[in-house]
């Protein structure tokens, strides 16, 4: 029967398919009982065996980790997992329940969380999570197939649903050809967002009850733009969802005609357009879309979803081919900014912070690991051999931040050309001004930056104490906040008085209703994904850019959100609107 389930868009396109269910944990395990015990309880053994391992090798290479809460955190893991208790409750529930690895750790989960539930100390009570994560573990464990963590099989044209979803998960996913993908929780704005709609991946996110309300092979229907999915889609639907491919064919050949033509204002103002380019399918669509250069490319996606660190050579090659595709235009490369939701598997992402957006992520973790930075300077310097590069520094909040960041460089350019490879004269270096206090103490830093690029994404969330990822917040989380629009005021100013060049590579940059309001604020760089390119193209050909800049007054005159969005509308019916309404 038809149903209907409503999320947020989050990643454009529509999605046909099957439905894969992905639950969330091992406690949707249904009771399961197997013929052959002795084999269940082998393959329970092995999964021990595989985590142990795991978990040791984590520990390893957390040694000298900066945040001895980490290391502690696994130690403690490693304790709950030797438990005799939670292992010999786990064998007797197999061997003499003959119950199946899986429905066994739900019981024993359950059993200890009993117990811990009971306590009065909430310390103790909280120690739950560890043990979920720990049986968390050896549930994925339980279903690997020896080849490093992939699914026992892939999703090639399935629709998966599942409570949430991390870049490294997607990229993997979208590798095995996946349609779409429904989540209960997640926001738009999170990393796995961007990289949906990098990747064309249909994306629909707070789908409240999904997994509840989708039984394994449904038919769906997903609409990535609206948010709306259908189960066992009707004749309707069906047309709908050719409707919306049609729809999206024709307007990208309509778009298509603006491949080779400027990014100019009706009155003549030429306006940058940069890629955020993630993969070499985005560089070569940069290329094709006549951006300026690569304004931000997020290196921290080489390192997600692999085990091992790539070493100097590797980084090297990537960086080489990034300049080399973008043929004589800059390319700017952003140091590592992992952290936060881009986790890897490397283990060099803390385990256990308590706060993870306001750990040590960015420019800290790499100014605390300086091995692992010096190797991808050095990468980087030697990549400038072959054309022109910019390098950017992610979460700086301090002026001194970015003076080590500098003298490191300038270190990495010397032992580059020390080691007979050929460097760049000068590397310019900018940061990302997407912590307020970046923002507000700019005055005093500006000098030591080259460039600047706003990251609205995260400005946002700090500005706001909204965070990104949390979608029952994404009400609160918007850039139409009169203190986000006065900070972008003035940064962007501030810049241009020093005469820095000012992008803005947030996600805000690529949307084209903003561009009247960003070109009203003084921007004249953007960075954006390929995919919206266009886009933002036609709306800065059909703006005047002297009335939106006459218009800026009444703009920094409004005092809540409802009041800028009327400024847009205004902005929009009086002509100056981007090609918005047209
Ligand atoms: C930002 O914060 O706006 C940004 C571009 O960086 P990221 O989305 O990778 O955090
Ligand atoms: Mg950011």
Redesign the pocket.
């Known amino acids: 029967m038809r149903r209907e389930l409503h999320g947020h868009g989050a990643s454009r396109g529509s999605a046909l398919g099957r439905a894969r269910l992905r639950m969330p944990d091992v406690f949707e395990v249904a009771e399961e009982r197997v013929e052959d015990s002795a084999a269940e309880l082998a393959r329970l053994h092995a999964a021990i065996a595989v985590v142990r391992a795991e978990m040791q090798a984590l520990r390893e290479r957390l040694q000298d980790a900066l945040v001895p809460e980490a290391g502690e955190f696994l130690d403690l893991h490693a304790l709950l997992l030797d438990d005799p208790e939670l292992l010999h409750g786990l064998d007797q529930l197999v061997r003499d329940e003959s119950y199946s690895a899986d429905y066994a750790l739900r019981v024993q989960r359950n059993r200890i969380a009993a117990v811990f539930e009971g306590m009065d100390d909430a310390y103790l009570r909280s120690r739950i999570d560890d043990i979920d994560q720990v049986i968390g573990r050896l549930h994925a464990a339980l279903h690997r197939d020896g080849s490093d963590g992939a699914p026992v099989r892939g999703v090639a044209g399935e629709i998966l649903v599942t409570d949430n979803v991390g870049p490294a998960e997607l990229a993997q996913w979208h590798g095995q050809g996946v349609m779409g993908v429904v989540t209960t929780g997640g926001s738009p704005l999170s990393?796995s967002a961007?990289l949906a709609r990098s990747l064309h991946v249909p994306l629909v996110v707070g789908a409240a009850g999904a997994l509840q309300k989708i039984n394994e092979g449904d038919v769906l229907a997903v609409d990535g733009a609206s948010g709306l999915v259908v189960l066992e889609p009707g004749p309707a639907d069906l047309r709908a969802h050719r409707a919306r491919l049609r729809e999206l064919a024709r307007e990208r050949k309509q778009l298509n005609r603006l491949r080779r033509v400027p990014s100019r204002t009706l009155d003549g103002v030429d306006i940058r357009l940069w890629a955020n380019a993630e993969s070499r399918e985005d560089v070569a669509e940069a290329h094709a879309l006549g951006a300026a250069g690569v304004g931000?490319y997020?290196t921290e996606f080489l390192f997600l979803g692999s085990n091992v660190l790539p070493d100097e050579d590797a980084q090297f090659r990537a960086y080489r081919d990034l300049v080399l595709g973008m043929t004589g235009r800059t390319t700017t490369i952003r140091t590592l900014?992992l952290g936060a939701d881009k986790a890897d598997r490397t283990g060099l992402v803390l385990e256990g912070e308590p706060n993870p957006a306001l750990g040590l992520r960015g420019v800290r973790l790499s100014l605390a690991r300086g091995a692992l930075f010096a190797t991808q300077l050095r990468a980087i310097a030697r990549a400038s051999g072959y054309g022109p590069v910019r390098v950017l520094v992610p979460m700086v909040a301090a002026r001194e931040e970015v003076l080590a960041v500098r003298a490191l460089l300038r270190t990495a350019m010397d032992e580059a050309r020390a080691a007979g490879h050929e460097v760049a004269d000068t590397i310019p270096l900018g940061a990302?001004i997407?912590v307020p206090a970046a923002a507000i103490a700019l005055p005093g830093f500006a000098d030591a930056l080259d460039f600047l690029s706003i990251?609205?994404?995260?400005l946002v969330q700090y500005l706001l104490a909204v965070d990104r990822n949390n979608d029952a917040l994404a009400e609160l989380y918007s850039p139409l906040h009169p203190a986000v629009i006065r900070l972008l005021h003035d940064v962007i100013r501030l810049a241009r008085a020093r005469g820095k060049p000012v992008a803005v590579?947030?996600e805000m940059a690529g949307d084209a209703a903003f561009v009247p309001l960003l070109l009203a604020l003084g921007l004249e760089e953007f960075s954006l994904h390929p995919a919206t390119l266009l886009e933002v193209r036609r709306a800065i050909r059909g703006a005047d850019l002297g009335a939106l800049r006459a218009r800026l007054p009444a703009l920094l005159r409004a005092r809540d959100r409802a009041g800028i969005e009327a400024w847009m509308q205004k902005a929009a019916s009086a002509g100056d609107n981007g090609g918005m309404n047209a």
């Open positions: 990393h961007i931000l997020r900014d990302m997407e990251g609205t994404n995260d590579c947030g």
